[in-house]
């Protein structure tokens, strides 16, 4: 593998991360306001399923060549053009709700093509870290971005119930675009140039580099298990990252403080978890960390659905945000040490397609069971189911003992 010059690179990383807090808080933001905006309105679990789809599905099409183009081409260039193509049609959409067209159905296009633009975004911004941090720093970089994303976590919430409850979703909106606009000016004075192709680039179009890719996956023992977890793992907590605006709504109240409360309480863990990342650098196994945090997650989540107050829900779901940063920066430098960096685009869309696929399928099942039946039920059944698989991984040493012996080819 060719050998990197990281000059000056921890202003390269300030330049990096600042863009896209940025661009991340206006997303977030959004994300929340719209998410309340349909719960507040409808209490419907059919028009919140519709939202996701709308969300994620549009990414999975995408993410199949987004992958390839994050290991072909310019990621900083792509991650410019999807930040703008996010947000004009937000600023489009805003204009409208100003005006008085407020239709459910103008929220689920533009969703669509939000989902697009982050589709096309995320690998890229997965992958790029690796060209401008070297390989012992990338832990507490990581960390660090982790931390400053529970910060917007924590942040975006409280923003988006004052935002929405004051100005209506049409300020959020805004904000969304002034925040992309900045974040691209920002990125653009990051001094990192276009990959260089090495020998190991495959040589062909779009499909043969996608069939590459899904090859390498399948012929890679530890990340075949990785995305075989993932879509297990992502289809289990579906109901704990989706439907518990719902729970807060039908179990304790409709106000919008309730439901910025939930959210600010996993911000407040997340970062709790991100600070303890970067001071100490999580467990030396990326796998060990991954399942810990799995059986956490699903015995928390199942103790959502029988928490019989609000203060001990919040109380639950802080710790349950502590193992976010331990879990997904396990993921993340699992795949920067073992992947190549020529085929990193392609492993980071595979994770995004398995997110974007089976959450909507999760939905399509959960959304409309939530209103048969209690989400409490829903919640407790999936975190057993949670917590099982991860003890499997836990049981699993083969699968531990990849984490030590298989790396990435220099």
Same mark, same amino acid.
């Given at each position: 593998?060719?050998?990197?010059?990281?000059?000056?690179?921890?202003?390269?990383?300030?330049? @990096? !991360? +600042?863009?896209? =807090? #940025?661009? &991340?808080?206006?997303?977030?933001?959004?994300?929340?306001?719209?998410? /309340?905006? $349909?719960?507040?309105?409808?209490?419907?679990?059919?028009?919140?399923?519709?939202?996701?789809?709308?969300?994620?599905?549009?990414?999975?099409?995408?993410?199949?060549?987004?992958?390839?183009?994050?290991?072909?081409?310019?990621?900083?260039?792509?991650?410019?053009?999807?930040?703008? @193509? !996010? +947000?004009?049609? =937000? #600023?489009? &959409?805003?204009?409208?709700?100003?005006?008085?067209?407020?239709?459910? /159905?103008? $929220?689920?296009?533009?969703?669509?093509?939000?989902?697009?633009?982050?589709?096309?975004?995320?690998?890229?911004?997965?992958?790029?870290?690796?060209?401008?941090?070297?390989?012992?720093?990338?832990?507490?970089?990581?960390?660090?971005?982790?931390?400053?994303?529970?910060?917007?976590?924590?942040?975006?919430?409280?923003?988006?119930? &004052?935002?929405?409850?004051?100005?209506?979703?049409?300020?959020?909106?805004?904000?969304?675009?002034?925040?992309?606009?900045?974040?691209?000016?920002?990125?653009?004075?990051?001094?990192?140039?276009?990959?260089?192709?090495?020998?190991?680039?495959?040589?062909?179009?779009?499909?043969?580099?996608?069939?590459?890719?899904?090859?390498?996956?399948?012929?890679?023992?530890?990340?075949?298990?990785?995305?075989?977890?993932?879509?297990?793992?992502?289809?289990?907590?579906?109901?704990?990252?989706?439907?518990?605006?719902?729970?807060?709504?039908?179990?304790?109240?409709?106000?919008?403080?309730?439901?910025?409360?939930?959210?600010?309480?996993?911000?407040?863990?997340?970062?709790?978890?991100?600070?303890?990342?970067?001071?100490?650098?999580?467990?030396?196994?990326?796998?060990?960390?991954?399942?810990?945090?799995?059986?956490?997650?699903?015995?928390?989540?199942?103790?959502?659905?029988?928490?019989?107050?609000?203060?001990?829900?919040?109380?639950?779901?802080?710790?349950?945000?502590?193992?976010?940063?331990?879990?997904?920066?396990?993921?993340?430098?699992?795949?920067?040490?073992?992947?190549?960096?020529?085929?990193?685009?392609?492993?980071?869309?595979?994770?995004?397609?398995?997110?974007?696929?089976?959450?909507?399928?999760?939905?399509?099942?959960?959304?409309?069971?939530?209103?048969?039946?209690?989400?409490?039920?829903?919640?407790?059944?999936?975190?057993?189911?949670?917590?099982?698989?991860?003890?499997?991984?836990?049981?699993?040493?083969?699968?531990?003992?990849?984490?030590?012996?298989?790396?990435?080819?220099?």
């Amino acid at each position: 593998m060719e050998q990197v010059a990281y000059t000056n690179w921890k202003r390269n990383v300030f330049i @990096f !991360i +600042a863009s896209q =807090t #940025l661009s &991340l808080t206006g997303s977030m933001t959004v994300s929340f306001a719209v998410i /309340w905006y $349909i719960t507040l309105e409808t209490s419907s679990g059919f028009l919140m399923t519709l939202s996701i789809v709308c969300s994620f599905l549009p990414q999975i099409l995408i993410s199949l060549f987004a992958g390839v183009w994050a290991d072909r081409y310019d990621r900083k260039k792509l991650i410019i053009y999807a930040d703008l @193509f !996010i +947000a004009i049609p =937000t #600023l489009i &959409l805003a204009f409208l709700f100003l005006s008085g067209i407020t239709s459910l /159905w103008l $929220i689920f296009t533009i969703s669509i093509v939000r989902s697009i633009g982050s589709g096309v975004q995320s690998p890229a911004v997965g992958a790029i870290l690796p060209q401008i941090v070297p390989p012992d720093k990338l832990m507490k970089v990581n960390g660090i971005n982790s931390s400053i994303g529970s910060v917007m976590m924590l942040v975006t919430p409280a923003l988006s119930g &004052l935002l929405l409850s004051i100005f209506g979703l049409s300020a959020t909106l805004f904000l969304d675009f002034v925040t992309a606009v900045t974040a691209v000016v920002i990125l653009s004075f990051l001094p990192i140039a276009a990959r260089a192709k090495s020998a190991d680039d495959p040589d062909s179009n779009v499909m043969a580099e996608l069939a590459a890719g899904i090859a390498y996956a399948r012929s890679h023992t530890l990340i075949k298990y990785l995305l075989v977890f993932y879509a297990l793992f992502f289809f289990l907590i579906t109901p704990a990252a989706f439907l518990t605006p719902l729970l807060v709504e039908r179990s304790f109240g409709s106000d919008v403080w309730l439901l910025t409360a939930n959210e600010i309480s996993w911000s407040v863990g997340c970062l709790i978890g991100g600070l303890a990342v970067t001071m100490t650098g999580g467990f030396k196994n990326r796998i060990f960390t991954m399942a810990i945090s799995c059986i956490a997650f699903g015995v928390l989540f199942a103790a959502l659905g029988i928490a019989s107050n609000f203060t001990l829900y919040l109380a639950i779901m802080l710790v349950a945000g502590v193992f976010m940063p331990l879990f997904g920066t396990a993921e993340t430098i699992l795949i920067q040490e073992q992947v190549p960096e020529y085929m990193m685009g392609r492993v980071f869309s595979m994770i995004q397609i398995i997110a974007s696929s089976v959450m909507p399928l999760g939905m399509v099942l959960f959304g409309p069971l939530a209103d048969i039946v209690s989400i409490e039920s829903i919640m407790i059944g999936t975190g057993i189911l949670t917590a099982i698989l991860g003890v499997y991984i836990f049981m699993n040493k083969k699968l531990m003992l990849l984490n030590e012996y298989q790396h990435k080819p220099e």
